[in-house]
């Protein structure tokens, strides 16, 4: 599913520094903003971003790290169009897998309203939580980390039934078995990670990566993508696109 050459590049080549910036505000992680605005990031660096690139932005947490790789992932599914996030509500009813993984940070806090939990939905500012995150990711979220403490039984339920009936069966079919998964771990807020080598440099080492470059993508070029109907039918249009510009 990889191509060579400037026309794929002319995707990612749309979004500036100034755009990625904005775009952590839409992925709910604008403490980095900062960071990411002095190490020029554009659509290319994203796309061939690496750990180490990440851990010398300072973004260390484990939760945060998933949080780019899916959004990175809504990205590349979307042909990084500058306009395919969603920030404004919709009908919950009717929306579909793939709209949900559009959503903003701003949009799931619109959600958390919706279904009358509107006192949490501060805690998810700066968390990272978006609707990429929700959509894509098996790993099972610490419910402290956006949702009523463990005591609040009634609520917390009130919260997973309205979540289930959100993201649907086959996600949280994927999501249950994350769970019965003997290697199952909570994934927490604070979790860091850990460097594999020493970091030189910082910002002056970020570069634009190419494809054959043996380091590890924070999201993999050839990551798998989510089997549910509507996601394989964007899956089939975004093949079909890059199969007519190898061809041009």
């Known amino acids: 599913m990889q191509v060579q050459g400037s ?3 002319d995707f990612k080549g749309r979004l500036d520094h100034n755009w990625v910036t904005r775009w952590l505000d839409d992925i709910g992680l604008p403490q980095y903003k900062s960071q990411f605005d002095e190490g020029r990031v554009d659509g290319r660096t994203l796309h061939y971003m690496t750990v180490d690139d990440l851990l010398s932005l ?4 484990v939760l945060h790290h998933l949080s780019i ?12 169009e500058p306009n395919c996030l969603r920030r404004r509500h919709s009908d919950e009813n009717n929306v579909t897998p793939a709209e949900i993984s559009q959503w903003t940070n701003h949009r799931v806090m619109e959600w958390l ?12 500012r700066g968390s990272g939580v978006h609707g990429g995150l929700m959509g894509f990711s098996n790993v099972c979220l610490h ?3 956006w949702s009523p403490g463990t005591t609040k039984t009634l609520l917390r339920q009130h919260l997973a039934t309205h979540f ?10 994927l999501k249950q078995k994350c769970l019965e998964n003997p290697d199952y771990a909570v994934l927490t807020a604070t979790e860091k990670v850990k460097p594999r ?3 030189f440099g910082g910002f002056g080492t970020l570069r634009r990566k190419r494809q054959e470059d043996s380091e590890e993508y924070i999201c993999p070029v050839n990551i798998e993508m989510p089997k549910s ?8 249009i975004y093949d079909d696109n890059l199969n007519q510009l190898e061809q041009s």
């Not at 300072?58 to 947490?61: A, D, E, T």
């Not at 109907?229 to 089939?236: D, N, T, V, W």
């Open 7 to 9: 026309e794929e590049d």
């Open 58 to 61: 300072k973004v260390g947490s």
């Open 69 to 80: 790789k899916r959004a990175i992932q809504v990205l590349r599914l979307n042909f990084y």
């Open 113 to 124: 309203r919706s279904v009358d939990l509107a006192e949490y939905a501060p805690n998810l």
């Open 143 to 145: 419910q402290r980390y």
């Open 164 to 173: 289930h009936l959100l993201v649907g069966s086959e996600a949280q079919r």
């Open 197 to 199: 080598r020493l970091l």
């Open 229 to 236: 109907g509507s996601f394989q039918k964007a899956l089939r």
